[in-house]
């Protein structure tokens, strides 16, 4: 972690990485909890997917952690073996570089 992302993350995120789909009902599947430090916004904008679809984003996370689009993620540390009913999939991420120290690059997390 770099020293500015230790300054300015300060908040916790847990995600569950999506691992896959169920083989009958195409449900999503999703591996352990994982926590990591971030900052957030909560806001409604209008974005757009990797496939190019317009959804409407309700929260950015900022992190270093490249969060799997599919996971599920809330804003507290939780060790629940499954997502909660109030986690929110992760729709886009967008990844930019360590400018300062290059460290570790920063993710812009967007449900």
């Known amino acids: 972690m770099s020293s500015l992302s230790e300054w ?3 908040h916790t995120a847990t995600y569950w990485p999506i691992t896959g789909r169920g083989e009958w009902d195409g449900l999503p599947t999703f591996g ?8 957030y916004k909560d806001d409604a904008r209008i974005k757009m ?6 959804f409407l984003s309700r ?10 689009i599919g996971s599920r993620v809330v804003l507290r540390e939780e060790a629940l073996p499954a997502p909660p009913d ?12 360590d400018t300062f120290e290059g460290l570790a690059d920063d993710f812009e997390v967007l449900t």
């Open 8 to 10: 300015s993350l300060t």
């Open 32 to 39: 352990g909890p994982v926590s990591v430090p971030c900052d």
């Open 49 to 54: 997917d990797a496939l190019g679809n317009e």
């Open 59 to 68: 929260m950015t996370i900022y992190t270093e952690a490249d969060i799997p």
């Open 86 to 97: 109030d986690a929110q999939e992760v729709r886009a991420v967008i990844r930019y570089a």
